[in-house]
């Protein structure tokens, strides 16, 4: 292994390491802010209204936050600077105010905002001595183990208090378990930074490069943004679980753990068929072909997850899980192959704020649809699936085009 790949895998590695610390302090947080803003006093209209601010902030700034990082090429400052808000979520151990609790909420959020365009550009170019897909995988599979670790240790730290409902002070001591995954985070990210300060040098110079987004980004975002709206939110599956009481109220977040647990496993050989195809088809955008399968996957997936059998409903979360790792690994290694590099945090920025619109757009949707009729839920759900398929042919001709 030559000294740049070596470089690259180290990165990938660190950075692997930074998302699973960062994804056991706010996952694991998001699993239990909504019960302790009631215990401040919050009503579930100020909690709704909390969490939709955090989640519109933190795709909405990235478009900002991408664009700076590329005009001032300041990717490990916004990185750097991004994490270090997750300080937020420990901080929530010395509140006993809901204000100041939605602030630090919130603050967590604009943290992911500004750092998500910046830290990914950075990761695609240290992926390409590796092999994008294998590198988004890695990462995204390292993030999931996070993203179950978090909720755990709140659980498991409840469970030992006994039985009852749980105070103030158990809420704040289990914050105050995440200072130990924060001060490792903020060690690996600074160690990150020292270690590769310039990540451009691990990918391999280009001449020619645009000095603009090309075409096929902005068919591919509209691609990407109708797939998206179309994908149902585990939100809305458990609301209807619990609704319909298919499953029980123990066995909702263990569906969410396996749909997890398949994210991540599923992440790397998503990540590896994506390169493969590349190298397959000998362009940095033959990769692109692996995007059918989201739309495929996520057109089946209502007729599955809405069922009344445990059976089919397990089949149904398990293909969601296989979609998640599809978003978080193709898409992500589709912007490091489509964009030009003193474009990508724009890009990832472009990406990530039609991603929230699309999720922000299809959440309203499905849920009105939901009240009204569960098949026209579904019809709908599987139309913007087929909608998005147009989009998917014209990138694949802008890919024949090129290699043309």
Known sequence: MNSQKSKALRLILLFGCVSLFGDIIYEG????????????????????????????????????????????RSYWFFTILGYALIVSVPLLAFTSLWHVAALLIVAERIGKALRSPAKDTILSQATKQVGTGFGFGLNEMMDQIGALAGPLIFTFFFLSKGAGDRTLADYQHGYGLFWIPFALLMLCVLFAWRSVPDPAALEPAKTNEPDKLPKVFWTYTVFSFLTTMGFVNFVLLAFHYKTR????????????????????????????????????????????????????????IPFL????????????IILWGIVMACHETIMKSAIADITPLRKRGTGYGVLNTAYGLAMLTGGVLTGYLYDRALPLLIGVTVTLQIFSLPFFMSIQKSVAETKT
């Open 245 to 300: 009481q298919v499953l029980s109220d123990m066995e909702i977040p263990l569906y969410y753990a396996i749909a997890m647990g398949v994210d991540g496993a599923a992440a790397l050989g998503v990540g590896k068929l994506y390169d493969i195809l590349k190298e397959k088809n000998g362009h940095d955008h033959g990769g692109l072909a692996t995007l059918i399968v989201i739309p495929v996957l996520s057109a089946l």
């Open 305 to 316: 997850a809405f069922s009344g059998s445990r059976w089919v409903v397990a089949a149904g």
């Open 29 to 72: 947080a998001r699993s239990v802010n909504g019960p302790y803003l009631k215990v401040l006093g919050a009503n579930a209209l100020l909690v709704g209204v909390i969490a939709g601010i955090g989640e519109f902030l933190g795709y909405t700034i990235r478009l900002f936050s991408g664009y700076l990082s590329d005009k001032t």
